[in-house]
């Protein structure tokens, strides 16, 4: 599915699946705004698209004012914005440690990067959709979020599914459901996608069983959600909200 013409605001827009949206959106004829915390790798990202359908902004999701500034800067560009995907990834410098290694420390920071962030990005957005008469969020979970991690495919490798990773997205569908039921007949739809594992160099032992459990192409692309996405923005899914959409190739059953 196509849309054109929309405005959009993408959180974590330098991450793997901020990346393709931007890419997807901007080429089909849309307005982005790229949020991010990395100023050098979103100016590298903004080299790519022309001036006139895009903006970017460097700020912190857990930071309100960063936050507002962002939505204002937006709105004073483009006069509206239509809907907004929150695919800010934060993590700790103790992201991915064992369980039993874990420290209170990194664990509160990534609790309140990745899932208060994505609480109080909820609390901005929609308040500017509040005024605005209308809006779209959409947060993005993960298979992580509504299934046990497959353990024995980290085995022989130096992956693991971090504990706090699977309570975040899980949080995440919970807060989106929430939302959703929150701001009835306010004419704003909040709904999720919880994708399968994305692409990123993983070992070739762990990428063959994984990708035994699902039904053809197995671990996804950044770009594998953009149907999906476009499909939630526009108003084809008018009637859709609430709810956790699983796109895992088969993953999960």
């Known amino acids: 599915m196509l849309i054109k013409n929309k405005v959009i605001l993408v959180t974590g827009a330098c991450g793997r699946i901020g990346t393709s949206i931007v890419e997807e959106f901007i080429n ?3 307005f982005l705004i790229l949020m991010d915390q990395n100023e050098e790798r979103l100016c590298k990202l903004s080299k790519n698209y022309s001036k006139e359908n895009h903006l970017i902004y460097q700020g912190d999701i857990v930071n309100k004012n960063d936050l507002d500034n962002c939505i204002q800067k937006s709105f004073k560009s ?45 609390q901005r957005i929609i308040k500017f959709f509040l005024e605005q008469g209308y809006g779209q969020l959409i947060h993005i979970s993960s298979i992580q979020g509504v299934s046990s991690p497959k353990f024995e495919h980290y085995e022989n490798t130096n992956m693991i599914s971090p504990i706090e990773y699977s309570a975040i997205k899980s949080g995440i569908i919970s807060l989106v459901k929430y939302l959703a039921k929150y701001y009835k007949k306010k004419n704003i739809r909040v709904n999720c996608v919880s994708p399968g594992g994305i692409l990123n160099n993983q070992p070739k032992n762990f990428l063959r069983k994984y990708n035994e459990e699902c039904n053809s192409k197995g ?35």
Not at 96 to 117: A, C, M, Q, V
Not at 234 to 240: A, C, E, P, R, V
């Open 28 to 30: 089909n004829g849309n």
């Open 219 to 253: 671990m996804l692309e950044g770009k594998d959600l953009n149907g999906l996405l476009a499909f939630l923005i526009s108003d084809s899914s008018k009637l859709i909200t609430g709810q956790n959409i699983i796109i895992d190739d088969g993953w999960s059953l």
């Open 78 to 122: 483009f006069g509206r914005i239509d809907a907004a995907v929150h695919a800010a990834y934060p993590k700790s410098i103790g992201w991915g440690t064992r369980f039993e290694d874990l420290k209170i420390e990194n664990l509160s920071e990534d609790l309140k990067n990745h899932l208060g962030g994505a609480i109080i990005m909820s």
